[in-house]
């Protein structure tokens, strides 16, 4: 890779118990770039994403953003610096409206005294949330409904939204094509080639391989833990990329 | 499903709103509220058929009275309960506050100082013990990751102790007659001071759970506390501040009842944790967290208040009021559950 990495993971190792779930784990990801991350179920895709996102910390190994060593005590800490995730487990609150999860954390308040005491703008926030969902190719009919009352294709759509609408340098999607039919995973492509376009760096993690082959740049290929293959996305077929999955390419061949 | 966007819009418009949406989910969620109101104007009528003295002003005085302290409880309680816990030790607290206060104020009034100093100090001392309670609470909820239920149980022992053992488990009497005169002195028929000061407290809880940073975070982390945490929000911080609260209003409730009695009895605040829950489920605040308006557990509060009175008042004993209450817990969650069926199906 001649781009330099913008986010950068070294030595990354975590346990849960007596479970390894990432071994040493090296990763990194360019601005402008996508990198597919695949694996087998337990692999350890989403336990990486949550050492990337801040929401746990990981037992040894290192973080890189811009190339300077970076810490995350919470993923206040990540968000702050311009990392965004969509999670695997849902995090968006269902009793919140539309616009209230896209600004969870980051609520505007009213200018002024009241804004001191904490009053939201709810308004301008409602107007924004509609704004940026639909610069993404989101239409909301009302940003004000709560999120229970949307159908999981939509709740997806919500949350994807949220990420690309703040994330300024790094944008993880872990699984975001779970539970979505053909036409819906198509629209989520979408959605990465144009992050990709505004320079931001991608990790897209998905078990639909025909969509990785297509979207992403480089992959990485998670097996027990461990990085098993880390190659640009030209160098694999549909086959090769399987037998890297499940690590059976010598026999196969 | 047609679409009028450009692009390749997501599918969140795929199944399109019918408009009025958003106007008849208010409307249901008002006819919620005017459900309680009726309830209590049926509770209301069905006492006052049984002793006629219940339709009275100098009754409703009285229930206000009862609902003062049922309300500052509740209003902690559905703070807490919005975030998916529970406050068990607020009637505790409610006994050692007010027992607090009043020894505090016996001490220095004894000790010759000016009255009105004198009340300070015990309103301060009473205060310091429920933020102190509630800190404790938050701490072993956030820190020792204990359930919320078994650690506010065991606060609620500790408080329980706490008062028999620096009261005797005897009345401390001896306050200033300013106390009693603060406490009883009425104005525009029903009010007095401390009921002012509950109305007060119950509006910024309205304002703040609704319209401000600090309500929406409430309802977020009892929606998915996940989210509320990787949305960057520190919900710990977050838990600590609203046990705080709710120990705060649980100690106001304290000085609320020892204004009114005149002395501070090692019995009051008995049952107040089971109370403030029925109030706030009768208002509709969900067990689970991150549904309900305070407004809700304000009604919640009044109906449970007048059934405290109007069981007094057609004879019933005491001892069976926490009975009754039981039951009215019982039956709201089992509403609750039905209505939740519905509107989620
Ligand atoms: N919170 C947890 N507690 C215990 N074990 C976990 C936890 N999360 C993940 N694991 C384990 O860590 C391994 C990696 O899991 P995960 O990162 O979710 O894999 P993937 O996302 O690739 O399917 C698995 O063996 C899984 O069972
Ligand atoms: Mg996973």
Redesign the pocket.
Known sequence: MSKQPVYEARGISKN??N?I?LDNVDFSVAAGEVVGLV?D???????LVKALSGAHKPDAGALYLDGQPVEWNSPHDALERGIETLY?DSSLAPDLSVSANVFLGREEVVPGFWGKLGFLANKSMDARARQELEKVGIAVPSSSRSVAKLSGGQRQAVAIGRAVTWATKVIILDEPTNHLGARQSAEVLHVIKQAREKGLAVIFISHTLPHVLEVTDRIVV?RLGRVAVDAPTSTFTPDSLVKAITGFEVVAS | MTSETKGMPLTLQSSPVRSGRNERLKEFATRQETLLFAVFALMVLVFSLVNPRYFSTAAFGNILQDFGPVMLMAIGQTLVILTGGIDLSVGALLGLSGVSAALAIRATTSSGMDPAMSIGIGIVAALAVGAFVGLVNGLLITRVKLAPFIATLATMGACMGTTLVITGGVQIAGAPKEVVLIGNTRFLEILTTPLVVVLVLLVIAWLSLSRTRFGRRTYAIGSNPFAARVAGINVNRHLMKVYVIAGLLAAVAGLFVYFRLGSGSPASGRGGELQSIAAAVIGGISLVGGVGRVTGTALGALITASVLSGLILIGIEPNAQQIVVGALIAFAVAVQGIGRHNSRA
């Open positions: 849960y118990g479970v779930a694996g179920n337990g692999a350890g895709k989403s336990t695997q998670m």
